[in-house]
């Protein structure tokens, strides 16, 4: 969720340059199921533009009508949405509405977390009673620094505390500058991921050449900087090139992502790791485990845009540690 409130961010600067209040939604509780859960925001501009959703696009109206009392009162107010008898969510969703004007120094020093890609914690205060809740809102604590999205929000000794831990915006290392790149950095763009591309200086590639990414990196594969690789960050080696990937998997293995792929037939995985392990024999099995190749998962792909949906489906898996099925077949919740 690190990238929706980065996008709140972004898009509040905006409304401050036009001189137009904000209101933060956010989802602070629920009983029983619903399309979203808890800790997902959007921003309301005082001209009735919303940024952001906090359902499949039915309670977005009723947000926006009670949010008309916290732009003239400058009072948070929680609200709430019965599903049961609208949606057939069969869940009672409950929002804070606070107003929403981060100071300078708070915008600073959260894009600063955002570039050293640090986690950073929000706690936000309320009670499960409609109305008006004077003093309640958000606290967002950004290393030793805490901050309140309004200056009248104050600690609450008698309320219910919703904390939400936000870790790095996921990144999507794309390793390789085909077609292939193209379509897959635009569906990771368009789940809010980061994406960088790398290439290597002979295949004279401009960020131009991948619309939206947020970097280009051209590095020889023995000289490639390794330690941009975190905990947040999926990988996958799309070169098209066996001896590219074997040079570039000679330097990842010193990297701990949270998946590591690799594009082409299974023949061509064995090939590429027993070569590996012939170049360095104490390489650790762990990595080697680790490694998907072929990315991706068999839901019958066969375009590029197909494949991409496969490997990023692959990656949500890894990352979330599920086991794809499908939810006809699943018994327990959808979200648990």
Known sequence: ???????????????????????????????????????????IREDNIMIGAVSGGCVEKEVLFQAQSVFKKQI???????GRYRLGCEGILYLLLEPFSPSKSLIADFNTIIENRSFFELTTSYKKEYGDLKGFGTFIHLDDKSYTFNENTREQLEALI??????????????????????LAQFGLNMGWEVTVAVTPKEDKTKADFPGINALLNYEPEDFPVKIIDA??????????YVKDLKYLMV??????A??????????????????????????MEFIENIHGPAGLDIGAITPQEIAISILAEILTVIRKTDPMMLKDKLKEIHH
């Open 259 to 284: 998946y590591l792929g690799v594009l082409g037939p299974a023949k061509r995985r064995e090939k590429l790791l027993s070569e590996l392990l012939e170049h360095d024999m104490d390489i650790e």
């Open 1 to 43: 969720m690190t990238h929706e409130f980065k996008n709140i961010i972004k898009e509040y600067l905006i409304a401050k340059n036009a001189n137009l209040k904000c209101v933060l939604a956010t989802v602070v509780d629920l009983d029983g199921s619903s399309y979203r859960r808890p800790g997902v925001r959007m921003l």
């Open 76 to 82: 948070p107010k929680l609200m709430t949405y019965d």
């Open 252 to 257: 990842l293995k010193n990297s701990n992502p």
């Open 162 to 183: 919703f904390k939400q831990n936000m870790s790095p915006c996921q990144r999507l290392l794309l390793i390789g500058g085909e077609h292939d790149t193209v379509q």
């Open 232 to 241: 947040n960050t999926a990988v996958l080696l799309m070169t098209h090139s």
